[in-house]
C-alpha cells in the first residue's frame, strides 16, 4: 500500500493546475483560525472564482458537494490543528486525517467498529504500538466511508483490511458488497507531518497524486507554486 510522508508534501500556494485524471491532496498544519473559509478560498481558486461565490451543500448523509460544478469532486477532514482536502475531477473521493495526540481505548473501539480478525490483530501488539496502528487502521476505513459519500454510520466493520505483524494495514479485503469489491478500491496511507497520520481512497483505477503543504497563515507571496512529483495510485 502506497504511504506519502512528510517529505512527499511539497509546499505550494493553491491553486495548483489540476491535471487530467490526477488527485491532488493539501495538507495545513497549523490549521487556518477559519477552516471554512480556507476551504472556500481554496476551492475558489479552482473554479477561478471569488470565495463569496463558492456554494457548498451537502448530501444525504452530510458529504458536502458543489452543487453547480458536481465533476469537480472534494473531501475535507480535520483533526488536532491540521486540515486535509483531497480534491479531482469525476472522482469522488475521501480522505482522513487522525492526530496521535491523545491515547484511546483501543480495543474497546475495535471490538465496536471493527472485525474480530482486525480487533484480535491489534491485540496481539503492545500497548504503545496499537495506538498508532489503530489511527492507521481508522483512518483506511474512514477514507473509504467518506469516499462513499457515507461516513461511519456505514459501518467500519463492513471495510476490513489485512494488517501485518506491526499492525500496519496493507490491502483491503472485505467491503460491503454494496461499495463494490475490494479489488476496485485505492487506498494511500499518509503521514504529512509526524503527529498526524491518515488516508486517501476511492473506487476506481490507479491515478496519478500531487501532494501539496498549504501554509495559509503565512503572505500570499511566500510560497511559489511548485510542480510536485506525481505518484500513481
Not at 9 to 37: K, M, S
Not at 48 to 65: D, N, S
Not at 176 to 202: F, K, N, T
Not at 222 to 231: E, H, I, N
Amino acid at each position: 500500500m502506497l504511504c506519502l510522508t512528510a517529505s512527499d508534501f511539497v509546499p505550494a500556494r493553491p491553486p495548483v493546475d489540476l491535471l487530467p485524471g490526477e488527485i491532488q491532496l493539501w495538507f495545513a498544519a497549523p490549521a487556518p483560525a477559519g477552516a471554512r473559509d480556507w476551504l472556500l478560498g481554496l476551492l475558489a481558486g479552482y473554479l477561478h472564482c471569488a470565495p463569496a461565490q463558492v456554494r457548498l451543500e451537502r448530501g444525504e448523509h452530510g458529504k458536502p458537494f458543489l452543487p453547480e460544478r458536481p465533476g469537480l469532486q472534494f473531501n475535507l477532514s480535520h483533526s488536532g490543528g491540521a486540515l486535509l482536502l483531497g480534491i479531482g475531477h469525476a472522482q469522488p473521493l475521501g480522505v482522513d486525517i487522525e492526530t496521535a495526540a491523545r491515547r484511546r481505548p483501543v480495543l474497546e473501539l475495535a471490538r465496536r467498529y471493527f472485525s474480530a480478525a482486525e480487533t484480535a490483530a491489534l491485540g496481539r501488539l503492545d500497548a504503545a504500538r496499537q495506538q498508532e496502528a489503530f489511527l492507521n487502521l481508522w483512518s483506511c476505513k474512514e477514507a473509504v466511508v467518506k469516499a462513499l459519500g457515507r461516513g461511519i454510520g456505514f459501518g467500519l466493520a463492513r471495510v476490513a483490511f489485512d494488517l501485518d505483524e506491526d499492525g500496519e494495514p496493507t490491502a483491503m479485503n472485505v467491503i460491503d458488497s454494496s461499495a463494490g469489491v475490494a479489488d476496485e478500491w485505492q487506498i494511500v496511507r499518509l503521514r504529512p507531518a509526524p503527529a498526524h497520520s491518515g488516508a486517501l481512497a476511492w473506487r476506481g483505477p490507479a491515478r496519478p497524486l500531487r501532494a501539496f503543504s498549504s501554509m495559509a497563515s503565512q503572505p500570499a507571496d511566500a510560497f511559489k507554486v511548485v510542480a510536485g512529483p506525481r505518484y500513481s495510485g
